[in-house]
Nanobody, 123 residues
Framework: QVQLVESGGGLVQAGGSLRLSCAASGRTFSNYAMGWFRQAPGKEREFVAAISVRGGTKIYADSVKGRFTISRDNAKNTVTLQMNSLKPEDTAVYYC????????????????WGQGTQVTVSS
């Protein structure tokens, strides 16, 4: 089992920045690829960003490329999503997720999920 706890969400004006963190516990963190997903009201959960077990490979959704940065610290068992130039359409609940070894971009491929953190971007 892997337990994931997100933090860092909040309310920000368009153009602003937020930094989301996800703390992992329970298993060897460096054996897990990590992903960030988001879900807006009435919409399906969508991929935001993912990072490989050692951080050498990073994948971003087109909608956030150039604005968001995913990173991880295997010594601290954390993964971070730095979000800059935020837009109202970025408003959603953001989820951290983990899966063993292989990086992926679809929710169904991830086995472990956090409880989510709300991000609201006002116009």
């Amino acid at each position: 089992q892997v337990q994931l706890v997100e933090s860092g969400g909040g309310l920000v004006q368009a153009g602003g920045s937020l930094r989301l963190s996800c703390a992992a516990s329970g298993r060897t963190f460096s054996n897990y690829a990590m992903g960030w997903f988001r879900q807006a009201p009435g919409k399906e959960r969508e991929f935001v960003a993912a990072i490989s077990v050692r951080g050498g490979t990073k994948i971003y959704a087109d909608s956030v490329k150039g604005r968001f940065t995913i990173s991880r610290d295997n010594a601290k068992n954390t993964v971070t999503l730095q979000m800059n130039s935020l837009k109202p359409e970025d408003t959603a609940v953001y989820y951290c997720a983990a899966r063993r070894l292989v990086i992926a971009t679809t929710p169904s491929e991830y086995n472990y999920w956090g409880q989510g953190t709300q991000v609201t971007v006002s116009s």
